[in-house]
């Protein structure tokens, strides 16, 4: 079992739509959570940082952790063609654990 | 003013050469990576350095070799290479350890031949 789970998708969902991408995670030390976008041809850029449980919002994106369930959410509202790319979502614990998933591609149709 | 940049971008070479990539950071990170994305797009950890110091050295060919020659400065130089090396080679850097958000520069695309 991968330490990080993630739906590789492709995902296509039309312009305004709400989009809701997940991940899984299999060990309950990780404490860090975070969610990178990766546009194509480019390096991973920080979307959303997170400790511990709960929720964190950020203009039109909101990050969501249940470390009951261990599970990892990224909403994204009134999704626009530029939110095309690829999601990589990412768990860490305090040690040097650190781990991403596969990534999922999105596709926001004009 | 880039945060994190790498030389070279694209680096085309053949089999049993032995090459390097350069990377530097000006953000004043303690530690920085090395991550290989293959053509899934899976991004696995290399190497990580804090201070200069390897502290993360995952199941990697010992002809992958970091070098730290100063904390702003991470090089990675491959001997050997292989057409199994092809791969987007990117460099990170965090304020603190691997748990702390990164910040990844441009990529260096290594296709071997």
């Known amino acids: 079992q991968k330490e990080v789970e993630q739906d590789p998708g492709p995902l296509s969902v039309p312009e305004g739509a709400i989009v809701s991408l997940n991940c899984t995670y299999s060990?309950?030390?990780?404490?860090?959570f975070m969610w990178y976008r990766q546009y194509s041809r480019k390096g991973p850029e920080l979307l959303m940082y997170?400790?511990?449980?709960g929720n964190k919002e950020d203009g039109r994106f909101t990050a969501q952790v249940d470390k009951s369930s261990k599970y990892i959410s990224l909403f994204i509202r009134d999704s626009q063609p530029s939110d095309s790319a690829t999601y990589l979502c990412?768990?860490?614990?305090?040690?040097?654990?650190?781990?991403f998933g596969t990534g999922t591609s999105l596709t926001v149709i004009p | 003013d880039t945060a994190v940049s790498q030389t070279p971008k694209y680096l085309v070479t053949q089999m049993g050469n032995d090459k390097s990539i350069k990377c530097e950071q000006n953000?004043?990170?303690?530690?920085m990576y090395w991550y290989k994305q293959d053509s899934k797009k899976f991004l696995k950890i290399m190497f990580s350095?804090?201070?200069?110091?390897?502290?993360i050295n995952e199941t990697v060919p010992n002809r992958f070799s970091p070098k730290s020659p100063d904390k702003a400065h991470l090089n990675l130089h491959i001997n050997s290479l292989e057409l199994g090396d092809s791969a987007v080679y990117f460099c990170?850097?965090?304020?603190?350890?691997?748990?702390?958000?990164?910040?990844f520069g441009p990529g260096t695309r290594l296709t071997v031949t």
């Open positions: 990170a850097s965090s304020p603190r350890g691997p748990g702390y958000e990164q910040y």
């Open positions: 060990n309950s030390a990780f404490q860090y």
């Open positions: 997170t400790y511990s449980s």
């Open positions: 990412a768990s860490a614990n305090t040690g040097n654990q650190f781990y």
């Open positions: 953000l004043g990170h303690d530690t």
């Open positions: 350095y804090n201070n200069k110091e390897l502290i």
